[in-house]
């Protein structure tokens, strides 16, 4: 097959019906022309183009060939487009993968914000325990997942996010608990409310527990922080759960947290990507969003 500037010298030629107008159109000297056309109709063993004394005509075989030429050139120039579309964000698809409460108490606000800047990048947005999202992300199903660390995998670079802090809260049922400093033991006399198993918090607290070389009874096991809170608000025990998502719960006076003697690490919550691709335009860019420090989120 010719290179592609054989290809586009024909089609301008074609076009212009003149081998000095194809030249012009093309910056490029009229004997240039007149050797690549020269080398197509060697190459394919026919003649492209009739030479006239006011220009060129196409051939009934430069004819069968333009009928291909052109409608590939056109989606080659569409296929251009499309990705200056997507470098500038006015198409591409955003594929993020995060627990549910990470997705409701984290991610909104960015999701948010980059909705707003870039409308038509469509957003998908799954949810999931840290483990099935390193599986998606190395199956290729997502562009980036957020978890709970530390976490590790040689396939994915897990990046640092925030610190969080956990805390046991409960509602106005158990508020005299709240009034003091309760050793670690004295949970179990109340009912605990925790996530169910699998998901990076039920592991974390269970280590806890374990530190303390106390036994975990869990009365209430759901897969939803947002039910937890719930219940907790509503008598029913202790929930664990992560202090800044019940903040405006504790500000309002409907939970209260209890202050436990034997300090509860912090944990972190990271950005999950693979190593051996390149993110997308929108990927990219949703990244540099969650990494904004929070007076650019601002503006």
């Given amino acids: 097959m010719m290179n592609l500037e054989g290809y586009r010298i024909f089609l301008h030629t074609a076009r212009a019906g003149n081998l000095t107008k194809a030249a012009q159109e093309l910056h490029i000297t009229q004997p240039s022309v007149s050797y690549a056309i020269k080398q197509m109709e060697d190459a394919l063993g026919v003649k492209l183009f009739h030479r006239l004394s006011k220009g060129v005509e196409l051939t009934a075989e430069g004819r069968a060939l333009l009928e291909y030429v052109e409608p590939s050139f056109s989606l080659l120039e569409a296929g251009e487009n499309k990705v200056r579309s997507l470098k500038r964000l006015e198409a591409g698809e955003l594929r993020i993968g995060a627990g549910g409460s990470l997705i409701r108490h984290l991610l909104l606000p960015y999701l948010d914000r980059f909705h707003t800047q870039y409308p038509d990048v469509r957003i998908r947005l799954s949810h999931g325990k840290t483990p099935d999202l390193a ?156 990494t904004s420090p929070p007076s650019e989120l601002s503006n």
């Avoid at 029913?236 to 992560?242: I, L």
């Avoid at 034997?262 to 999950?272: K, L």
């Fill in 135 to 290: 599986k998606r992300l190395i199956d290729g199903q997502i562009d980036l997942g957020i978890v709970h660390m530390p976490f590790t995998d040689r396939q994915l670079d897990v990046r640092p996010l925030i610190t969080i802090e956990d805390c046991f809260v409960v509602g106005e049922a158990y508020r005299h608990m709240a009034e003091r400093i309760l050793a670690a033991e004295e949970l179990l006399n109340l009912p605990l409310l925790l996530l169910s198993r699998g998901s990076s918090t039920r592991e974390f607290v269970e280590q806890w527990f374990a530190a303390q070389g106390m036994p975990l009874e869990v009365d209430i096991e759901l897969g939803s922080l947002e039910l937890l809170i719930e219940l907790a608000r509503l008598g029913f025990g202790a929930a664990f759960v992560t202090r800044s998502f019940v903040k405006k719960e504790l500000e309002a006076g409907s939970l209260y947290e209890l202050r436990i003697r034997e300090p509860i690490p912090s944990r972190s919550v990271g950005i999950a990507l693979r190593r051996d691709i390149s993110l997308s335009e929108a990927a990219s860019r949703f990244v540099e969003t969650l």
